[in-house]
């Protein structure tokens, strides 16, 4: 049907504009992933955590103080913002944030294989251990009230932002779009007690 062609010949039109999207979009990614990385940092610096805020370089990463290091001084056990899958097949690292593809992007509870043998005393197929206490701890059921599930061996809060507020909010108050973000970090740091009994630190 000639409807069908409609996209196409829109495409065509605009073929100036679209190619540009690519260098366009990878602007808006580093302005906004910095946006947030700084709303985490200062979350971090209030609750007084430990953390890394380099989301497109490296990896947002941050912990409470008293989670401990390995030996190395690496985090065995801390929060991360990831895209739930490890295959991210997206065209763009905005696109899961912005509601825009099927994948997801929010914060991840990473629980550090030594910590799950420590606790089962298993030593081996962690990755099942893993799955298995996570899901049978008690502490769950509150968790899962205020948003976050068991996805494989992560325990995950998904995050999205509103794409007309960003829009309308961009480029210079970018920080106003961010409310989904400050929701979730709420929702990280008034549970720490059931976290720290996830980890076997103390009980809620």
């Known amino acids: 049907m000639p409807e069908k ?84 097949d997206d065209n763009y690292l905005l696109s ?4 825009a593809s099927k994948h997801k992007l929010g914060f991840k509870l990473i629980v550090s294989n030594e910590t799950i043998a ?28 205020v948003g976050f599930y068991l996805m494989r061996e992560y325990i995950f809060l998904p995050v999205k932002l509103d794409a007309t507020v960003l829009a309308s909010s961009y480029p210079a108050s970018i920080s106003d779009s961010l409310l989904p973000i400050d929701e979730a970090l709420k929702k990280i740091s008034n549970p720490t007690p059931y976290f720290d009994s996830i980890l076997g630190l103390s009980r809620p």
């Open 5 to 88: 062609y409609d996209v196409h010949r829109l495409v065509i039109d605009n073929f100036r504009i679209l190619e540009q999207v690519p260098k366009i979009i990878e602007e808006i990614q580093a302005e906004v992933f910095a946006a947030i990385d700084l709303r985490i940092e200062n979350f971090a610096k209030i609750e007084m955590w430990d953390g890394v805020f380099h989301f497109l370089e490296d990896e947002t990463a941050f912990k409470p103080k008293h989670w401990e290091n390995d030996e190395n001084g690496n985090y065995l056990n801390y929060f991360s913002l990831d895209y739930i899958e490890d295959d991210n």
């Open 96 to 99: 899961p944030l912005l509601g």
């Open 118 to 145: 420590s606790l089962t005393g298993q030593n081996n197929k962690l990755g099942q251990a893993k799955k298995k206490y996570l899901s049978s701890n008690p502490t769950m059921k509150h968790l899962e009230k």
